[in-house]
């Protein structure tokens, strides 16, 4: 009986609003641009969207779980799976969508959160087993298939050749704010990542004389 009416009173409940979400979203967007990490308070966001804080706790029950869906709304609408038959297209398809998330929305948040997350474990671990983990899957894919293709030497995925692009970017946005927009991917590519990835691999050494 209890379980029945449990099911029934589900069923007769309103559905959430996916527009909604999207304006709290927009709103904790906000509100963390003005006044960071430590003074973003449900309550300043349900005011910037104009709703109730009961409206955002019945689909966030904390800060940071809100905070993991501003991540990963930003990166699921702008992250891409590609698949051109060039390991370059596909590189620069994925650095240019990488620079579209760090100069948007996305790139707001984590500029806000990178202080705190040593301080917020959970945060942490929630944001390299969301957004980190889904670019690194990514990017992971485009190097298998270019290996499957011939185009460069099977296991690159894990080597510093394959990190030097991401992380000039990330580098490039957070310490020296360069505008990423433009061809700025693509000269990432042809200056470092491809030169790394497609040298040939070095001699071993001579063996010493008998």
Do not use: C, N
């Not at 069923?11 to 904790?28: E, H, M, N, S, Y």
């Not at 969508?97 to 997350?117: E, F, K, N, Q, T």
């Not at 298998?144 to 894990?158: F, K, S, T, V, Y």
């Not at 470092?192 to 691999?201: D, S």
Request: net charge negative; proline share 7%.
């Amino acid at each position: 009986m209890t379980g029945d009416h449990g099911e029934r009173g589900r069923r007769r409940g309103r559905p959430q609003d996916p527009a909604l979400a999207d304006v709290i979203r927009a709103a904790t967007v906000k509100v963390l641009a003005d006044v960071g990490y430590r003074g973003l308070t449900m309550d300043e966001v349900a005011l910037v969207a104009g709703v109730s804080k009961a409206t955002i706790y019945r689909r966030w029950p904390s800060k940071v779980d809100l905070l993991v869906s501003v991540m990963d709304s930003a990166s699921d609408a702008t992250l891409v799976e590609v698949d051109t038959g060039s390991l370059r297209e596909d590189l620069v398809a994925l650095l240019g969508a990488m620079s579209d998330i760090l100069s948007g929305p996305g790139g707001g948040v984590s500029r806000a959160l990178i202080g705190v997350l040593d301080a917020e474990p959970a945060l942490a671990q929630a944001y390299r087993q969301g957004p980190l983990a889904r670019w690194e899957a990514a990017f992971r894919l485009a190097f298998r298939r270019a290996a499957e293709r011939g185009e460069i030497a099977h296991g690159l995925e894990d080597s510093l050749a394959a990190a030097s692009g991401p992380g000039i970017m990330v580098q490039a946005w957070l310490f020296l704010g360069q505008d990423l927009q433009g061809g700025f991917p693509a000269q990432v590519v042809d200056e470092v990542m491809l030169p790394l990835l497609t040298r040939p691999a070095a001699a071993p050494p001579p063996r010493p004389a008998p």
